[in-house]
């Protein structure tokens, strides 16, 4: 007898889709019971489709998935959350998406991590309420970068070893930390940063979400950081980030934060 059709539970959040075939889409998802898997919508893209939209990017879905040849196939498709604020302003919407691509840049089909998918459903949702989107975003990057194994080294030097004072230091990313000042004029490829940022980004790294949003990000220092975690993620990536470039156009564009 043929086997029965294998059929699954997942709650997850749309991180990105392509058209597929002449109707159907194909979604990359990040679930909470599986991580990082492709699926495929049939049908989504005509006119009369009740799962479209319950699938949009940045969406939060309980999804029945049926085993096809190749990929799961969506079955149903139940909304949680919508996160339509995220919709409503280029800005959110950018950041939204930046938060979306650095997950899938560092992430692969490998199986199931709650504790990524509930920093990215948090974040969403920070991001839909939060008066300082910035700061969400900020503190996300750290997070990000504790749970895929590149936590930056902040309190001593990675060159010699020494405690970091509280003054002007330099950052590495080739070793993945902060290098002081006697050791940075012989490090290459290091990059200034302030004394307030290493405050800041140490305030992140030790802090839960409620005690670190107990400071304030100066814009000054949310500048620096924000062209400091690029330098970074360019080096662990080996490429640049397509996000930073739209955030970017938004800021000549005047749009306000």
Known sequence: MPSRERVSRAEAIVLRHMDWGEADRLLW?????????RVVAKGVRKPRSRKAGHLEPFTRVNLLLAQGRDLPIITQAEMIESHLP??????TMGYAAYIV??????TYEEGENGALYRLLADTLERLCSAPDSAFVVRYYEMRLLDLVGFRPQLTQCVGCGKPILPEDQYFSAAQGGLVCPKCGEKVPGVRAITVDAVRFLRHMQRSSYPEAARLSLKESVDYELEHLMQHYFTYLL???LNTPAFLSLIDKKGVVR
């Open 29 to 37: 998802l990040f679930t909470r019971e599986t991580g990082k898997i």
């Open 101 to 106: 691509e650095l997950l899938d840049r560092f």
């Open 86 to 91: 995220l919709h409503e302003n280029l800005r």
């Open 238 to 240: 080996e490429r640049g």
